[in-house]
């Protein structure tokens, strides 16, 4: 599934477990979140460089 393979696709670029990143349903009918099960220290300057390199 598509969703499956963003999570495995972020998980890869975050150096993470692939089973650290999952896609939930949020309150929202077609809303969905990505949970990512790592520590907030390690996983919000990963995000920051990831957004970094991806931007224009």
Do not use: W
């Not at 890869?12 to 477990?17: E, G, R, T, V």
């Not at 939930?24 to 460089?49: C, H, I, N, T, Y």
């Amino acid at each position: 599934r598509a969703s499956e393979a963003v999570c495995r696709a972020l998980a890869a670029s975050l150096d993470l477990p692939a089973r650290s990143v999952s896609l939930r349903s949020g309150g929202a009918s077609r809303e969905k979140l990505l949970f990512v099960a790592a520590a907030a220290e390690r996983v919000g300057p990963l995000l920051d460089a990831l957004a970094e390199r991806n931007s224009p």
